[in-house]
């Protein structure tokens, strides 16, 4: 049967190449025993004469042969085309131009056949059926033998040929490179520049075919970069390659360079090959083209060796590609790409995708390298241009596998843009960025283009993605710098516009929006953030949050979107909305502020709205004209005002004054409003109860409350005027002489104070039980001050004092009757001791909000009277530790094992066994009330446990093993591989434990295992069940002790049983009653 063409030219490619594929060795795998002389210096040898032979041979048959008379001629033709020599003394070169040749015919083949197919209709009968192949198909052998044709080519026509440094060196290829690497050495010298340019021409001709092209673009673009980079760029193009080691005068004089249009041509050839790879790929290839000295192992022995720096020229002209990728259009996503995909992440995926997750560093020298303007472009402002729009665009990746990592790349990016360039970035990053929050804000040229009810300014996607990249600059990037503040400033109001819209009803937008807002609000400025919630809540001058057209709308995907409202033209409705909305933002701004209890940003925004309230009642009562203030009248800052500290005082309560500083300026603002009120006389009710109010704060702080610095002192120093002036002034005497005390004892700073001031402390702080002799005494910490519980009080007027209304706000459950019990619970008396402790554990079960916010004084009470020697003390701790625990078991459980660990090392401490037993008991109370949850604590729990096992202590060692066996009896499927372990510290136990306590207590544990399991025990078990089994027969034969052989009996039952009922289920009787349809 007479073979296609396509056929006979991949047979004359294998003819040539399957000897020298037998020459690779271990690169293909094939021949290795054929190929592979004695003497292993004569492997160059034989690797020349095989080529030079399968060369022969195939001009013999192309000669001689009638059926290869068809690829004679087409290889003929072919050749006509060319302009360099075929024939030369050099076997090498001889065997690289024929398979050139044989490759440039396949293409011919192809386009010749593919012209002529004409493809079969479909048939409607069979729409299953796959459409037909066309005729330039290679098969899979086909294709294998095309690639090692082009590798090959590569490997003998371009490698040999390339400068040092340029490309990857054939040393650090494979052991057939190498190999060729030696026998190119051996030859005459080529002319290199001639050679390499005709082979690099060839094989950018036959990629010009589709099926050709990705053969060769896969897995040689990377050399092809390399040589059309030398021949476009190398300083000197007539210079000799490092593999030219005689070169005879003859051959220096012969030699030629390329000509203006060849190098022209080789410069256009390298930027459409550019144009025409995947860009990632580009960008990878140019950076190893572009990278210096590495060491890199040897394929000859796996040695390592250095491998050359690229030249000066192909560093500069790798960076200016480089360059000219970047500013192209997705430029920047391609160099994410090509830098980020390489650890793993796009199209492999998998657990390196997740790896290159964590890889920030190289996120990170990404996103510097796109924060620089490279030198190559003539502007930062034109590079800024182009780059940036790219890099917001980086944020809205929807990949999962990459899009952490593009996310990063484009927050870091930013922030360095921001840091090195700020009104630049501020001009095409982040007011785009902002933009439509801008929007909101805008009321211009928008409202005049689309003014029609229900027009829609800002989509919801817009909007979602708006928020989300701010809060991924923001809150994750977390690098505020001024200019940032700055710019983000102005869009706040309209954020806090969305937040309250969201906190109305169901939106994904609400976290993000509470989450940036917070985030301002801690990073700026003190005086700034203060201005910005004056702004959010009308009391100073501000840009609208929104049009009074314009408002928000829920999506149809869970987000917002702006539209345009229709006008209200009834005056009352108008005013209702106002108002309700305006109290709505006050709700919303009191619940924001609750976020940061842990700054003093909610007490200064509280004693601020304080002194506004004073400075309104002067100007207000001094007749002056009404100050407009954002568009509001006195009367409505003042009814603002007032609403913010109702709810400041409602969300907070006492909180709200979260240091003594604060304290101060709130009595000090009292008692301003207070003389401005008597000096006009208009003093009412509710103002002369807040004046006793402050005046009783600042008695009890004077009276011990509070520990008191030189610094308090020298803040409470503008109160002595005003004292003065109330007690000139005030009607009351009583308040007249409490001021006039109460002036002298923060002149003296403490020094003297009288019996007044004594009392009105002692009043405030809940307890006027005290003997006289104190009232004298300077004010002293809190600690050696505090008023003392009296002793004469019953338990039981004690409890219900404190438990009888459970969380309701009365006078037995104030703060200084929590501070008496815990007093209490110090009490020498046992009875007294013991109640306290029981009181303050029926607070805590009922969530009694002083209980709740004082843990670690609650902790350190329980821990301290665990040691006491009377069984009634130490119970009620246990008990109270537990309770403790289980309502907040992710602060305590914690301490409760650092203390139970500390304990059993017996490190720095002298506890005795006792109480440590009494810490086991409380963690396995923990345990039992934990249930479920037990297993989210397993790995601490059961780590603790074993270093007990480890305790010098028998009892102590029995109890942790008692304590292990509880666990794992709640744990169930939780147990999971820690089952291992815990088998192994038994087994290591029964074996060489000396003492029989501690021996029972591990057959003791695998008992209550089996119990807690039942039959699932044969599913938790099934790694060690067999190992359990035969460590309780190993007892049963070997162990002294009864009850120890004992309990493994009892064991080896359970055991027992567990088998029977999964063997042999009980069966039950059922009558099932089917209803037909």
């Known amino acids: 049967m007479m073979a296609t063409p396509l056929t006979r030219v991949t047979e004359a490619l294998r003819e040539l190449t399957e000897a020298g594929a037998r020459g690779e060795g271990a690169d293909r795998g094939r021949g290795r025993e054929a190929c592979v002389p004695a003497v292993q210096g004569s492997r160059e040898d034989v690797l020349l004469r095989a080529l030079s032979h399968n060369l022969t041979v195939l001009e013999q048959k192309l000669q001689l042969d009638p059926n290869w008379a068809t690829l ?33 015919c396949l293409k011919q083949v192809m386009i010749e056949l593919l012209a002529q197919f004409t493809p079969p209709k479909p048939n409607p009968k ?61 030859l005459e010298s080529p002319r290199g520049i001639s050679r390499l340019h005709t082979v690099t021409l060839a094989l ?46 003859e051959d220096r004089e012969t030699q030629k360079g390329l000509t203006t249009a060849e190098l022209q041509g080789c410069q256009q050839a390298l930027q459409n090959l550019l144009d025409r790879v995947y860009q990632p790929i580009v960008i990878k290839e140019l950076l190893i083209l572009q990278g210096g000295a590495k060491q890199v192992g040897s394929a000859m022995g796996g040695k390592a060796r250095t491998r050359s720096q690229a030249p000066a020229w192909l560093r500069r002209q790798c960076g200016h590609l480089l360059s000219e990728r970047l500013m192209k259009p997705r430029g920047v996503q391609a160099v994410v790409r090509g830098i980020v995909e390489g650890a793993g992440a796009g199209i492999a995926g998998g657990r390196s995708a997740e790896t ?103 989509g919801e996607l817009e909007l979602t993605r708006c928020v989300e990249d701010i809060y991924k600059v923001c809150v994750v990037g977390n690098d505020p710098s001024s200019r940032l503040l700055e710019s983000l400033k102005p869009v706040i109001p309209a954020i806090f516009s969305l937040h309250c819209f969201t906190k109305r009803g169901v939106s994904h937008l609400r976290s993000g929006c509470q989450e940036i807002l917070l985030w301002f609000l801690q990073k700026c400025e003190p005086q700034v953030a203060m201005l910005v919630l004056k702004q959010l809540t009308g009391l100073a001058q501000s840009i609208p949050a929104l049009h009074p057209l314009y408002h928000f709308t829920a999506g149809d995907e869970g987000g917002v979107k702006l539209s345009v409202k229709e006008a209200v033209s009834d005056e009352d409705e108008a005013l209702y909305e106002k108002v309700s909305l305006e109290q709505w933002w006050t709700e919303c701004l009191a619940q924001l502020l609750s976020n940061l209890q842990e700054s003093s940003l909610a007490g200064d925004f509280f004693i601020e709205c304080l002194k506004g309230l004073t400075c309104l009642a002067g100007d207000m009562d001094g007749g002056l004209a009404p100050s407009i203030a954002d568009g509001r009248s006195e009367q409505e800052q003042q009814l603002v005002t007032l609403q913010l500290v109702a709810a400041l005082c409602e969300k907070f309560g006492h909180f709200v004054l979260s240091n003594t500083v604060h304290v101060i300026e709130f009595v000090i603002a009292t008692l301003e409003r207070s003389c401005v009120n008597l000096t ?50 005030h009607p009351d005497p009583v308040i007249q002489e409490l001021a006039s005390d109460l002036r002298i004892t923060v002149a003296t700073h403490g020094a003297f104070s009288t019996k007044t001031v004594a009392m009105a402390a002692h009043s405030t702080m809940g307890n006027p039980n005290q003997h006289d002799d104190q009232l004298t005494k300077p004010s002293q910490p809190k600690e050696a001050g505090a008023v003392t519980y009296n002793h004469q009080q019953s338990p039981t007027s004690l409890r219900a004092g404190g438990t009888e209304h459970g969380n309701k706000p009365s006078s037995g459950n104030s703060p200084s009757n929590f501070h008496q019990i815990l007093q209490a619970a110090f009490d020498p008396e046992v009875p007294t001791r013991a109640a306290a402790l029981r009181t303050v554990t029926q607070m805590i079960q009922q969530r009694n909000p002083d209980a709740l916010s004082n843990q670690e004084k609650l902790l350190s009470v329980f821990l301290e009277n665990l040691k006491h020697e009377d069984s009634f003390v130490y119970l009620s701790a246990i008990q109270g530790l537990s309770v403790l625990s289980d309502v907040y078991p992710a602060q305590i459980l914690p301490q409760l094992l650092d203390e139970y660990q500390t304990s059993s090392q017996g490190a720095g401490k002298t506890r005795c066994v006792e109480t440590q037993m009494k810490m086991g ?22 780590r603790v446990f074993l270093m007990g096992t480890r305790d010098s202590d028998g009892t102590m060692r029995a109890s942790s093993l008692s304590n292990l066996g509880e666990l794992c009896q709640c744990l169930d499927f939780a147990l999971g591989s820690v089952v291992h372990e815990v088998t192994a510290c038994l087994a290591a136990i029964v074996k060489t434990e000396r003492e029989a306590e501690v021996r029972r207590a591990a057959v003791h544990v695998i008992t209550l295992l089996l119990r807690g399991l039942g039959e699932k025990a044969l599913q938790v078990l099934s790694d060690v069940l067999r190992d359990l089994y035969r460590l309780l027969k190993y007892v049963i034969q070997t162990d002294d002790d009864e009850l120890v052989v004992l309990h493994a009996q009892l064991t080896l039952q359970e055991m027992d049983h567990i088998v029977r009922r999964f063997l042999f289920p009980e069966e039950k009787l059922e009558k099932k009653i089917v209803i037909l349809p």
């Open 72 to 104: 004679q001629q087409l290889r003929e033709r072919v050749m006509s085309q060319f302009t360099w020599s075929m024939k030369s003394e050099d076997a090498v070169w001889n065997f690289v131009t024929e398979l050139l040749v044989l490759l440039l």
């Open 126 to 186: 069979t729409p299953e059926c796959a459409p037909a192949l066309p005729p330039d198909t290679l098969s899979i052998s086909q294709q294998k033998t095309v690639q090692s044709a082009l590798q090959f080519v590569v490997t003998l026509g371009i490698c040999p040929y390339l400068l040092p440094g340029v490309g990857t060196p054939l040393s650090c290829r494979s052991d057939f490179a190498a190999t060729v690497e030696k026998m190119v050495h051996r």
């Open 204 to 249: 950018l001709e036959i990629a010009r075919h589709p099926s050709l092209e990705s053969m060769v673009l896969t897995r040689h673009f990377g050399d092809l970069l390399a040589s059309l980079c030398q021949l476009g760029y190398s300083p000197n193009k007539c210079q000799q390659s490092s593999v030219s080691l005689k070169v005879s005068q």
């Open 356 to 458: 290159a997750a964590a890889d920030w560093r190289k996120c990170d020298t990404v996103a510097r390298i796109l924060a620089s303007c490279p030198q190559q472009c003539l502007s930062v402002g034109d590079y800024y241009r182009q780059v940036c729009p790219q890099v917001l665009e980086l944020f809205h990746i929807k990949d999962k596998l990459t899009a952490h990592q593009f996310q990063r790349v484009a927050t870091t990016t930013l922030l360095s843009m921001v840091k090195e360039q700020p009104e630049l970035a501020e001009k095409y990053l982040l007011r785009p960025l902002l933009a439509p929050l801008i929007c909101c804000l805008d009321t211009g040229e928008i409202l005049g283009k689309s003014g029609h009810v229900g027009t829609v300014i800002v």
């Open 680 to 729: 006009h006389k208009t003093e009412e009710t509710v103002e002369a109860q807040t004046l006793s109010m402050a005046m009783g704060l600042i008695a009890a702080m004077l009276g011990g409350a509070v520990q008191l610095t030189s610094a308090d002192f020298d803040a409470m120093k503008p109160m002595l005027p005003r004292l003065e002036q109330i007690s000139a002034l």
């Open 921 to 942: 008991e409380v963690l396995m109370r923990s345990t039992r009330a934990l249930g479920e949850l037990a297993s989210h604590y397993r790995d601490p729990l059961i």
